[in-house]
């Protein structure tokens, strides 16, 4: 349907001091934070994780070496969404406006629905994380056991939810540092950044930027702070729906995942018969997860 003279009443007589509305500031980008872009060439996206060899047996004196096996683990699936959104307007209602030119208002409105409708997505598997949303291992995103092939698992969240505080905080560090591979062998990961609602942004920055412990009388060092184990901080994302859930981002690569598959684009054409303008906007992407150990999360205590 398009937007006619009727739903612009005010916009056609003089007299008219401002119009508002459409001028806020938006929340930008604030997926780049968790996700690693790539572009894609193809309608999915598919990567499989490897399993490489265990831990080296002794070999006794002229006894055969041993052999092991490698294989495939699991396949993660990326499948681009195709996102768009488009308006008309009335030729009459771009005649007698007599204010800001229709076109170049809307368009602006467009741009600002797709970019929410982006960050929603981006976030809903943070937001699904602990009880719909799964990775390519077959157990939800946040698991206090994500299988691999030597028979053991990995835990990417607490076994007791917990707020988020210098305790929690510091047991992420300490259970990201227990990460082991498909069988079984250490793997040297390290926590990245804290990711939180706005509701905890003021907790954030109490732990990770004072010198000394917070909530205690003891004059002791902010370990956290001291010894760097966040290293690029926090990030407040306005998205998130849990207003106690936390995440932590590691540097174990092939975590979270953002293919472009199509970039935004825009485009307008008239209608002959009615005179119409119409304009659209459209891209194709997805979100997603390789690796589940690329992110840590609590959905908090409550």
């Known amino acids: 349907m398009a937007i006619s003279r009727a739903q612009l009443l005010k916009e056609l007589l003089p007299g008219l001091n401002a119009l508002f509305g459409l001028e806020y500031e938006k929340y930008e980008n604030e997926h780049a934070e968790i996700y690693e872009t790539e572009n894609s060439e193809r309608s999915f996206e598919e990567e499989v994780k490897l399993s490489g060899f265990g831990a080296a047996p002794v070999k006794q004196e002229g006894a055969q070496v041993s052999f092991d096996t490698a294989q495939e683990s699991f396949t993660a699936r990326y499948n681009h969404e195709t996102v768009a959104m488009g308006f008309s307007v009335t030729e009459e209602a771009m005649e007698d406006n007599l204010y800001d030119a229709l076109s170049a208002r809307y368009t602006k409105a467009l741009a600002r629905a797709m970019a929410y409708t982006k ?3 981006a976030a809903s598997l943070l937001n699904t994380g602990f009880d719909t949303f799964q990775s390519g291992d077959g157990v939800t995103l946040f698991n206090a056991s994500h299988p691999t092939v030597a028979g053991g698992t990995n835990a990417n969240r607490p076994s007791v939810a917990a707020d988020l505080n210098e305790t929690s905080l510091e047991d992420a ?3 990201i540092a227990a990460f ?20 905890l942004m ?3 920055t109490r732990l990770l930027q004072t010198d000394l412990r917070t909530g205690t009388a ?7 702070r001291s010894n760097g184990s966040i290293p690029e901080g926090y990030r407040v994302n306005h998205y998130l729906t849990d207003t106690d859930a936390f995440f932590v981002t590691t540097d174990v690569p092939n975590g979270m995942k953002h293919f472009v598959r199509t970039p935004m684009s825009t485009m307008m054409d008239g209608d002959f018969d009615t005179g119409n303008v119409r304009y659209k906007a459209r891209e194709r992407y997805s979100f997603g997860v390789s690796d589940p150990l690329g992110i840590y999360g609590s959905p908090g205590a409550d």
Do not use: S, T, Y
């Not at 003891?218 to 956290?224: E, G, R």
């Open 173 to 175: 560090v300490i259970n």
């Open 202 to 204: 003021f907790v954030a």
């Open 180 to 199: 082991v591979d498909e069988r079984g062998l250490l793997i040297a990961a390290r926590p990245r950044k804290l990711i939180v609602p706005p509701a």
């Open 218 to 224: 003891d004059n002791d060092l902010n370990a956290i």
């Open 119 to 121: 960050q929603v997505k």
